[in-house]
């Protein structure tokens, strides 16, 4: 990808243009991991952007290229959609001139309804169309499979409520990425074969739900690392 390009003309010659990377998504790529029920009632998620796979994809530029200075935009917001994502693209992506784009929708997308999934394509064609209208180049990162079991931690009945709700959904979102032409970074897939091969994929995600752990948040940006190096 080009984006490798830019970082190696950066390394040769620390005035050539700056580099940006933009992320955009929702809670995964905000960095939220747990949930649990305030005392007040309310559902709450533990936020922890610096151990989200945005901050390892980062903190593995620093590891390679550690001379190259590179901007990193985080712009995953916890609930967000594809739709939502759209409205705010100017604002929280393009504004930053990013040189790649990485999108991830699809699990808020998927719960609400099939009905709405005519509306998340369009969103994501939005999506990728004003990307490479300003120039960016764009990953479209495939999400984690959500759960596929009710997990034994969730014991709190509000929690276990939106985990009975899940188990019934999954979405990747992979034919708009091959109408728009976008790089695909297949996690989902991968999630798919670690199922496939006897592993308890619902045991790696945080909240039993749709976060991934953080040790898997390294899988998500070795993933990515391995995109852009094709």
């Known amino acids: 990808m080009n984006i490798l390009k830019k970082i190696r003309a950066k390394q040769a010659d620390l005035f050539a243009p700056p580099v940006a990377i933009a992320f955009l998504g929702d809670s995964v790529t905000q960095g939220c991991f747990e949930v649990y029920l305030t005392s007040e009632g309310a559902v709450q998620t533990v936020f922890e952007p610096e151990s989200g796979y945005a901050a390892d994809v980062r903190k593995l530029f620093a590891l390679l290229y550690p001379g190259v200075p590179v901007q990193f935009i985080n712009a995953g917001i916890s609930g967000d959609n594809a739709p939502s994502g759209l409205q705010r693209l100017e604002r929280d992506v393009l504004a930053y001139h990013p040189d790649l784009t990485v999108v991830c929708f699809g699990l808020n997308d998927a719960c609400r309804g099939d009905e709405t999934q005519e509306e998340y394509a369009s969103a994501l064609d939005g999506i990728f169309t004003k990307l490479k209208e300003a120039g960016s180049e764009i990953i479209f990162m495939t999400p984690n499979m959500m ?84």
């Open 147 to 230: 759960n596929t079991r009710l997990s034994e931690k969730l014991t709190v009945p509000e929690i276990r409520a939106v985990a009975e709700d899940t188990l019934k959904i999954q979405l990747d979102g992979r034919e708009v990425c091959t109408r728009q032409g976008a790089a695909v970074c297949d996690c989902y897939a991968k999630w798919k074969l670690l199922s496939q091969n006897g592993v308890d994929t619902t045991a790696l995600l945080a909240n039993g739900i749709n976060h991934p752990s953080r040790e898997m948040a390294w899988m998500f940006a070795y993933s990515l690392l391995e995109t852009m190096m094709r």
